[in-house]
């Protein structure tokens, strides 16, 4: 058994694109004895595929990655860390938390964590459903009453799924959009500026919109701010209490600074990203030792059901059959055979990744505090090292 370290230490996701079709190939027919030997293997290696303890000279190797990745992308800190049942078995810090101040990045180092935000909207969206406040088929009009009329047709489910066709505020106006106090008013006037993408439940296209708008009927229905919703419903009972809204005029101990590059390639400060310009879809800041307790939750019915978790897990799919690889607030996608529950998150100063791999009771996390940058290539790392019987690092 590995030991846990004590603690000391949307909003985009890269635009998906949509699943192509699953075939069927009749292997036996088509693979020769080598490659049906090499398929078998490989189905084998990830079937069994656990968290171990890495030779001698595999994390010294993950950090030399990781810290070459920062220095070739001039990303001034990171974390970078793995989770399994609510404890942290790895954790590396890397450079500064705010450059100005020459403040490191330590363990409790609390960074934006962008369109990750997603999944805790959707669960508090599910607790709803199960106290029967709210129906996933539910038009959004019912909860909305003033949205636009070309939006009729769109429902609960078609937020939760990208699936609603409501063009994306943030694509038409870029990240810039979160350095302004908007009105719900005005973030609806932005997203309604264009047609729909396509018609609800016919496409799938990420965005933030519609995980704008779900905030916004998770606030209309529960009568109070999605801070305070979140944290009564969630942080509170979950003792995540570096989690809440990135309000940036409110004291947050441990906050790590944003950055971005100019043309020059230097690095620059970013704008502070305002919660009344995301909200849910991708408002939320958040630590390490945060994010493995909700790890942890996931696999118990604290807060939902099985039937719940399953729900909110399952891609959707689209009417011509394929699956769009994405379900509630959540990237749903196999990595090399393995079950996988994913995603990402960039805001104006930061990029993260949270990745569960419930097979295998483990948790990836990246934090990064610059800009337009990946965090996938990390995460792989990470769980390549931790999990050497998928292959090398790639």
């Known amino acids: 058994m590995l030991k846990a370290l004590a603690p000391s230490n949307t909003s985009q996701m890269e635009k998906l694109m949509i699943a192509s079709p699953v075939r069927r190939s009749p292997f036996r027919r088509k693979m020769g004895p080598v490659l049906i030997s090499t398929f078998l293997a490989f189905c084998t290696a990830t079937a069994s595929a656990q968290i171990v303890q890495p ?13 070459a990745y920062l220095d ?8 970078v860390a793995i989770a399994s049942r609510g404890k942290i078995i790895h954790l590396k810090t890397y450079g500064m938390a705010n450059v100005e101040l020459s403040v490191p990045v330590t363990d409790i180092t609390v960074f934006e964590i962008g369109s990750i935000s997603k999944q805790f909207t959707s669960a508090a969206a599910m607790m709803l459903v199960q106290e029967d406040k709210l129906g996933l088929g539910d038009p959004i009009h ?11 047709g769109v ?4 937020l939760l799924t990208h699936t609603s066709g409501i063009p994306d505020y943030e694509e038409i106006r ?7 106090r908007l009105t719900p008013e005005e973030v609806i006037q932005i997203a309604h500026s264009r047609p729909m993408d396509f018609a609800p439940g016919m496409g799938w296209y990420y965005s933030n919109t519609g995980y704008f708008l779900l905030s916004m009927i998770i606030e209309r229905i529960e009568g109070r701010p999605l801070g305070q919703v979140l944290k009564s419903r969630i942080f509170g009972p979950l003792e995540m209490t ?8 409110t004291i947050i101990p441990h906050r790590a600074s944003g950055y971005w590059v100019n043309k020059a390639g230097e690095l620059i400060n970013r704008n502070p990203t305002e919660t009344s310009s995301t909200l849910g879809a991708g408002g939320i800041l958040s630590s390490a030792y945060d994010l493995a307790k909700w790890d942890e939750a996931l696999y118990g019915d604290q807060l939902l059901s099985v039937e719940s978790k399953a729900t909110m897990w399952t891609p959707a799919i689209l009417p011509n059959g394929d699956s769009t690889g994405y379900a509630f607030g959540w990237g749903v996608r196999p990595y090399k ?9 960039q805001v104006a100063g930061f990029v993260a990744n949270f990745s569960r791999f419930p097979d295998q009771e483990a948790a990836i996390i990246v934090f990064l ?9 990390l995460k792989a790392a990470v769980l390549h090292t931790f999990m050497p019987s998928l292959g090398p690092i790639p």
Request: aromatic share 8%; net charge negative; no cysteine.
């Open 142 to 152: 019912q909860y909305l009453p003033d949205l636009p009329s070309e939006w009729l």
């Open 155 to 158: 429902t609960v489910r078609h």
């Open 72 to 79: 070739e992308n001039n990303i001034p800190g990171g974390l």
């Open 242 to 249: 570096q989690t809440s809204m990135a309000d940036p005029e």
């Open 174 to 180: 870029t990240y810039d959009v979160y350095r302004f």
């Open 337 to 345: 055979g393995l079950t996988s529950q994913s995603h990402g998150g």
């Open 369 to 377: 505090n610059r800009y337009r940058v990946g965090s996938g290539r």
């Open 55 to 67: 030779s001698a000279d595999a994390p010294a190797e993950l950090e030399r990655q990781v810290q």
